[in-house]
């Protein structure tokens, strides 16, 4: 473990002034070297803003989207999870239930209120989002804060049947996606790598470090040894993924040479459906909050993954105006119609049979679940009926 510590620290330290957002107004003053301080976002920022169109972020700090939002804190009884600190539940008002959720997790120093913009974007579009942070910001691997990610999940999952919770029966308990910046972005592929069965990861900037001396080379520092790298079998998962990474990014992270968005993308299967949006002339800071293409993209995504959303897939295939490279791989937009379960765009008495094989097997689908309880039943076969009826 002490050797594992001396690495990270070694490599962190390279990194640590890219965090540039993370910092006071003092502090970012202290590192003028690197860091310039934004006064009207208020916010320490990359020198040079890290990319067009504000490629450093900022946030606008109210949520952008239709709904009004409100929030659920553990003082309020909220469960306060074993891997992670600090959780914050944001949900929509009067948003359409069963609600969809997501979970947030920060970069590198940072706590969960770094990722309070993008929670508050989330809620204000008609999920919930739950932001935490590690239990140590500075030496939780990125492995604990993926399990801090599957954590958090279950305390969502439990405010569905806590009384007194005003996400009472409200949540969706089949569609958990998760996210988070820098080293919380990666964090969210070692979730994808535990949770088979996460909707949807969005990973803002991700850094990753695997070490694994049978399948990376051994490197020496201070004559110990250490064996750092990133392969295929480090993100073999299927979770869908969308990449955010700066262009300039690897300028400012030396030290996470082949170890951040790109090449994330790159050893990710061929068979999993993933985009890379890399910003032109941006840094690290490209997607650390949400605004622009940025949020316009990440949107789309979750809408895409977990409400089967066909407007937003086609916007997915628009190249963003901000991107130097926008990669995608299976992605497609398939025209979905109420009541098909099996995909051949006809509603008809083999859908009925599919639903009722759901219901015996105690299986989930969301094409079957017609009115969005969360559940598949009877309820959702009367409907069928009603549309091949009409």
């Known amino acids: 473990m002490k050797r594992i510590s001396i690495i990270l620290n070694l490599i962190l330290f390279n990194f640590i002034y890219a965090e540039c957002y993370e910092l006071s107004q003092a502090e970012c003053l202290y590192w003028s070297s690197y860091c310039e301080w934004n006064e009207e976002t208020g916010q320490c920022q990359e020198i040079g803003g890290g990319g067009t169109g504000g490629g450093t972020g900022g946030g606008d700090g109210n949520g952008d989207g239709p709904y009004d939002f409100s929030t659920i804190t553990e003082s309020q009884g909220l469960r306060n999870g074993p891997d992670y600190r600090d959780g914050v539940v944001y949900y929509p008002i009067g948003g359409e239930a069963p609600y969809k959720s997501i979970v947030l997790t920060p970069g590198f120093g940072g706590g969960s209120s770094e990722m309070t913009s993008w929670a508050e974007f989330y809620a204000s579009h008609g999920f919930i989002a739950m932001?935490?942070?590690?239990?140590?910001?500075?030496?939780?691997?990125?492995?604990?804060?993926?399990?801090?990610?599957?954590?958090?999940?279950?305390?969502?999952r439990q405010e569905n049947n806590r009384i007194g919770s005003p996400l009472n029966g409200l949540i969706d308990e089949n569609s958990f996606s998760v996210s988070g910046y820098s080293m919380g972005g990666g964090a969210s592929h070692d979730a994808a790598m535990i949770d088979s069965s996460l909707a949807a990861v969005i990973s803002l900037n991700p850094t990753v470090i695997f070490e694994d001396c049978d399948l990376c080379p051994v490197n020496y520092y201070d004559g110990v040894p250490y064996c750092i790298c990133l392969v295929p079998e480090f993100v073999n998962h299927?979770?869908?993924?969308?990449?955010?990474?700066?262009?300039?990014?690897?300028?400012?992270?030396?030290?996470?040479?082949?170890?951040?968005?790109?090449?994330?993308?790159?050893?990710?299967?061929?068979?999993?459906?993933?985009?890379?949006?890399?910003?032109?002339?941006?840094?690290?800071?490209?997607?650390?909050?949400?605004?622009?293409?940025?949020?316009?993209?990440?949107?789309?995504?979750?809408?895409?993954?977990?409400?089967?959303?066909?407007?937003?897939?086609?916007?997915?295939?628009?190249?963003?105006?901000?991107?130097?490279?926008?990669?995608?791989?299976?992605?497609?937009?398939?025209?979905?119609?109420?009541?098909?379960?099996?995909?051949?765009?006809?509603?008809?008495?083999?859908d009925v049979i599919l639903t009722v094989n759901l219901i015996l097997g105690a299986e989930y689908n969301s094409s079957a679940d017609l009115n969005l309880d969360g559940n598949i039943d009877v309820l959702d076969i009367v409907q069928i009926v009603n549309i091949i009826l009409r």
């Not at 590690?134 to 599957?150: K, T």
């Open 131 to 156: 932001r935490i942070g590690p239990n140590d910001e500075i030496n939780d691997s990125h492995y604990m804060r993926g399990l801090g990610l599957i954590d958090a999940i279950e305390s969502i």
């Open 238 to 350: 299927a979770i869908p993924s969308l990449i955010f990474a700066g262009e300039i990014e690897v300028n400012e992270l030396t030290a996470y040479e082949g170890l951040l968005g790109q090449d994330i993308y790159a050893n990710m299967p061929e068979s999993t459906d993933k985009i890379l949006f890399e910003g032109a002339n941006s840094g690290h800071g490209f997607a650390a909050y949400p605004y622009g293409e940025v949020q316009e993209y990440a949107l789309n995504w979750l809408k895409f993954q977990v409400l089967n959303d066909s407007e937003a897939c086609e916007a997915l295939l628009n190249i963003p105006s901000s991107a130097s490279q926008y990669l995608t791989n299976n992605i497609e937009c398939i025209e979905s119609v109420t009541g098909d379960i099996n995909g051949d765009l006809l509603v008809n008495v083999q």
